[in-house]
């Protein structure tokens, strides 16, 4: 009952904002069984492979969601790459940022929502890869790793390459918003500038303080502060009662973007939660993407 309210929300949204939206359905049916999914994925995902549907990167295939009202691809345009968080074993689809996605889009924006290596979306379309993230019994494992990285990078990549975009923001939740910090370092240029929700600074200190040892086969934000484009910026959001990455462990992962002399900003969510600063409390969120749509150049005529 809830996915129905879930997807019939969802819909009136679109219809709504008279947004046309990308989404192939049902492509594995779910009286498979999870191995069988799993081969027929990666066998055959990327036979859709698109760049509005569906992305080949790095060896995997990772599920999009597109959200355009303009014919595809629509170049010189301001280009948002939507990208969530961990997550729990089992638990929910991966593109809760589709919500936010779809109020961003006009004639200049295009709106995508990627779905990370080894998650699903909310219509059954997996991601070919390994997400890492359930490998520790249960609690979140060391999913930051170099090929993860490298995979979303290389998404980003091919995303601009088809739509040859004037300007690209990574809006980044929780896990989602740390692998875009560390993509800002070490892949410079890439993107222009990021919204970073529920972020924190040295993954190591993190995950240990959670109990879960110090992830070492995980890249982390601190280690790549110091390599971002001076011209970059980026927005910060973190909820004052964030008990999961922390609001102290944020503002030191800001304080490090200062201190590189980046264009940084900080916005704390009075009692947000590490969630609901992107689900419930979202206006300081909302506020902070469209500032960042602001300091995109003007955008480049036809």
């Known amino acids: 009952m809830a996915k129905i ?49 569906r992305v080949n990167a790095n060896g995997e295939c990772l599920a999009i969601q597109t959200y355009a009202n303009n014919q595809l691809p629509q170049k010189n345009s301001r280009l948002l790459i939507f990208i969530h968080g961990d ?18 889009v006009d004639p200049h924006t295009t709106s995508v929502v990627v779905i990370r ?14 997400s890492y993230a359930f490998a520790c019994n249960g609690y979140t494992c060391d999913a930051y790793r170099e090929n993860t990285i490298a995979t979303l990078a290389a998404t980003i990549q091919e995303l601009k390459k088809y739509y040859q975009p004037s300007c690209t923001i ?39 303080r959670h109990g879960w040892g110090n992830w070492p086969n995980s890249l982390s934000p601190h280690e790549w502060a110091s390599k971002i484009p001076q011209h ?42 590490h969630n609901s600063v992107v689900n419930d409390n979202v206006t300081d969120f909302d506020k902070a993407i469209t500032d960042a749509l602001s300091q995109c150049p003007a955008l480049a005529k036809e």
Request: proline residues 4%; aromatic residues 12%; charged residues 15%.
């Open 87 to 104: 997550g729990i074993q089992g638990g929910s689809p991966a593109d809760y940022l589709k919500f936010q996605a779809t109020q961003f």
């Open 5 to 53: 309210t879930c997807l019939l929300g969802f819909i009136l949204v679109s219809l709504y904002t008279s947004i046309s939206f990308a989404a192939y359905q049902q492509e594995l049916t779910n009286t498979m069984s999870e191995p069988l999914r799993w081969t027929l994925s990666h066998a055959n995902a990327c036979l859709k492979a698109d760049d509005i549907h």
């Open 232 to 273: 970059t910026f980026v927005y910060i959001v973190s909820g004052t009662a964030d008990e999961n990455t922390y609001p102290e462990l944020t503002r030191e992962y800001y304080s490090a973007l200062k201190k590189a002399g980046i264009d940084a900003h900080f916005v704390a969510v009075p009692k947000g939660t």
């Open 117 to 130: 290596p080894g998650y699903y979306d909310s219509y059954d379309n997996y991601s070919t890869g390994e």
């Open 170 to 208: 990574l809006v980044g939740h929780s896990g989602g918003g740390i692998m875009s910090s560390i993509i800002l370092g070490k892949y410079p240029h890439l993107a222009d500038g990021a919204v970073l929700a529920s972020v924190t600074n040295n993954v190591h200190q993190w995950a240990t």
